[in-house]
């Protein structure tokens, strides 16, 4: 099957009872535009977006009479770092920029993917976390610059 745009997203879909079908991918999956990956049903997907375009959690790829193919990231590994005051958060923010590693901030939360060698640095900087998995909703993307 070939996919070249999205059908919406599952928003637009609430008050459908279909099953849905997931094509589950790994989080850097979302900013590629061109893919070939299969379903948890099985069903051979092949995607080629137009330039420009991008994935996102929850787009709908296809939709038939009792089945929606869907997208979603895959359940990883993660540090959920709970700063609870401005200082801890810009230590521990300052220190995961140091090492170039890419985070989510999502409310009060600071999201890392697990690495154990930053235990070490959260326990120096005195910030609460936890190891957790979670399904990232949006692509890590560096702004400003590449390498």
Not at 22 to 47: F, H, P, Q, S, Y
Not at 111 to 132: A, N
Request: aromatic fraction near 8%.
């Amino acid at each position: 099957m070939l996919i070249t745009k999205t059908a919406g997203h599952l928003n637009d879909f609430e008050s459908s009872n279909k099953k849905i079908d997931w094509l589950e991918l790994e989080w850097e999956d979302l900013n590629k535009r061109i893919l070939r990956k299969e379903t948890e049903n099985g069903t051979d997907v092949a995607i080629k977006l137009e330039s420009g375009s991008t994935l996102s959690y929850g787009d709908v790829l296809f939709e038939d009479e009792d089945t929606l193919i869907a997208i979603r990231t895959k359940l990883e590994k993660v540090y959920v770092i709970t700063p609870k005051t401005m200082q801890e958060m810009g230590k521990m923010a300052f220190e995961i920029g140091n090492r170039h590693t890419m985070c989510i901030i999502e409310d009060d939360e600071i999201l890392v993917r697990y690495d154990q060698t930053l235990e070490k640095l959260m326990d120096e900087v005195g910030v609460s976390y936890e190891q957790s998995e979670r399904r990232f909703k949006e692509p890590f993307k560096y702004r400003g610059h590449q390498h």
